[in-house]
């Protein structure tokens, strides 16, 4: 079946560094790919999106690319601020509509 | 705009006691729903989807069960709590089958 699966984390990062969180994943068919970002204590929110093939979704400074050549969805973002301290979650839509999620990834930023 | 209201916020309850929790969703109309819950420092566990009114889906098998009562009104349910049922609780709608937008969630302890 489709899956998800996550860098482990936590991933502890100094302010201003760059980030990357690798998210590959395995899918018949053609599925969307989403970044959710979930705060201490609140749900997840939508961060980004890309819906086909070498689509890039980008938010708040964050980007991500969808590569189907190597199924990967990796997060970025070139310059990461305390504020950007969360459990970031990669998913794709499966042929149901469903959402299979990875496992999350903890992001530390230390300033 | 949409929103999405869950209630209470935060529950204590004993075991063996009844449980419910509701969720609904307001600026749309006929939307998918979706329950999930999330273990402490775990990831997302989908516990039960509807693409309608009484039209519910269960995916994991246990002492929960939710009703739609209305289009936008989606409930979460439990007769009686076991320790195991304490976490996180999500709700979720969508209107595009793709991406899901979350609810504030429901932090439920067993005790």
């Known amino acids: 079946g489709d899956s998800v699966t996550q860098m482990e984390g936590p991933v502890t990062l100094s302010e201003e560094a760059f980030l990357t969180i690798n998210c590959t994943y395995t899918?018949?068919?053609?599925?969307?790919l989403f970044w959710y970002v979930q705060y201490p204590g609140e749900g997840l929110q939508l961060l980004l999106k890309a819906t086909k093939a070498d689509d890039k979704g980008s938010n708040k400074g964050f980007e991500a690319t969808y590569r189907k050549e190597t199924t990967s969805f990796h997060l970025e973002k070139g310059s990461v601020q305390v504020s950007d301290s969360a459990v970031y979650f990669c998913a794709l839509s499966d042929s149901n509509y469903q959402l299979i999620w990875g496992a999350g990834t903890k992001l530390i930023i230390k300033p | 705009s949409q929103t999405i209201h869950q209630w209470p916020a935060t529950l204590v309850q004993p075991v063996g006691s009844p449980l419910s929790l509701e969720c609904t969703v307001e600026?749309?109309?006929?939307?998918?729903l979706y329950w999930y819950r999330q273990a402490a420092g775990r990831g997302l566990q989908l516990l039960f989807y509807?693409?309608?009114?009484?039209?519910i889906s269960s995916e994991v098998p246990q002492n929960l069960s939710a009703s739609r009562p209305q289009d936008r009104q989606f409930i979460l349910s439990s007769k009686k709590l076991l320790l195991s049922d304490s976490g996180f609780y999500l709700c979720a709608w969508s209107v595009t089958g793709y991406e899901q937008y979350f609810g504030p969630g429901t932090r439920l302890t067993v005790t």
């Open positions: 600026g749309t109309s006929n939307p998918n």
């Open positions: 899918a018949t068919g053609y599925p969307s």
């Open positions: 509807s693409i309608g009114i009484d039209q």
